[in-house]
Nanobody
Framework: QVQLVESGGGLVQAGGSLRLSCAAS????????MGWYRQAPGKQRELVAT???????DYADSVKGRFTISRDNAKNTVYLQMNSLKPEDTAVYYC?????????WGQGTQVTVSS
């Protein structure tokens, strides 16, 4: 069983920054992809950013240049540094881990950006 625990969400003014963290525990294989998705009220969950165990990254166009994903493989932890936040970034942010065909999700952390 795999557990993902997120932290770092909160309320911030537009233009501000937040850093999300997600720690994975359980049986974690060396080859995997970790990432962040978000879901705003009334909208579908969407990809924000992913990073492979080889540090290859992928970003949604809406966050390129503002968000940075990184990971610490020794700690099985993924981070999302969010800068220049906008009100449209307001959502519940979910951590995700994909390995050997399995898909795991965290419980979500709320990010609210006020204008």
């Amino acid at each position: 069983q795999v557990q993902l625990v997120e932290s770092g969400g909160g309320l911030v003014q537009a233009g501000g920054s937040l850093r999300l963290s997600c720690a994975a525990s359980g049986i974690i294989f060396r080859i995997n992809t970790m990432g962040w998705y978000r879901q705003a009220p009334g909208k579908q969950r969407e990809l924000v950013a992913t990073i492979t165990s080889g540090d290859r990254t992928d970003y949604a166009d809406s966050v390129k240049g503002r968000f940075t994903i990184s990971r610490d493989n020794a700690k099985n932890t993924v981070y999302l540094q969010m800068n220049s936040l906008k009100p449209e970034d307001t959502a519940v942010y979910y951590c995700n881990l994909k390995q050997i065909g399995q898909n795991y999700w965290g419980q979500g952390t709320q990010v609210t950006v006020s204008s």
